[in-house]
């Protein structure tokens, strides 16, 4: 199917930018965000689409994740005191 959409020239933009940070070119870029969107509402269950999406996800992102996060996740998310300082 091909399909032609019109954009103000301020999401055209957004689009570009957007794809370009992924390495994607704007069309590929849409319709993945087509496609995901299409699939939310598929009526999959929230929990599967996430570990799906948690899956996907590099190495290196779990790599830099705090090692005392779950102990200390008031101080990451909300700039809290430690409670066991390092």
């Given at each position: 199917?091909?399909?032609?959409?019109?954009l103000?020239?301020?999401?055209e933009?957004?689009?570009?930018?957007?794809?370009?940070?992924?390495?994607?070119?704007?069309?590929?870029?849409?319709q993945q965000?087509?496609?995901h969107?299409l699939e939310?509402?598929?009526?999959?269950?929230?929990?599967k689409?996430?570990?799906?999406?948690m899956?996907?996800?590099p190495d290196?992102v779990?790599?830099?994740l705090?090692?005392?996060?779950?102990?200390?996740?008031?101080?990451y998310l909300y700039?809290s005191?430690?409670r066991?300082?390092?």
């Amino acid at each position: 199917m091909t399909l032609t959409i019109y954009l103000p020239d301020e999401q055209e933009a957004t689009l570009n930018a957007k794809a370009q940070e992924k390495g994607l070119s704007a069309e590929e870029f849409a319709q993945q965000v087509l496609a995901h969107e299409l699939e939310a509402s598929s009526g999959e269950p929230f929990w599967k689409a996430f570990t799906d999406r948690m899956h996907s996800l590099p190495d290196e992102v779990f790599e830099r994740l705090p090692t005392d996060g779950a102990s200390e996740h008031d101080h990451y998310l909300y700039g809290s005191a430690r409670r066991n300082p390092q």
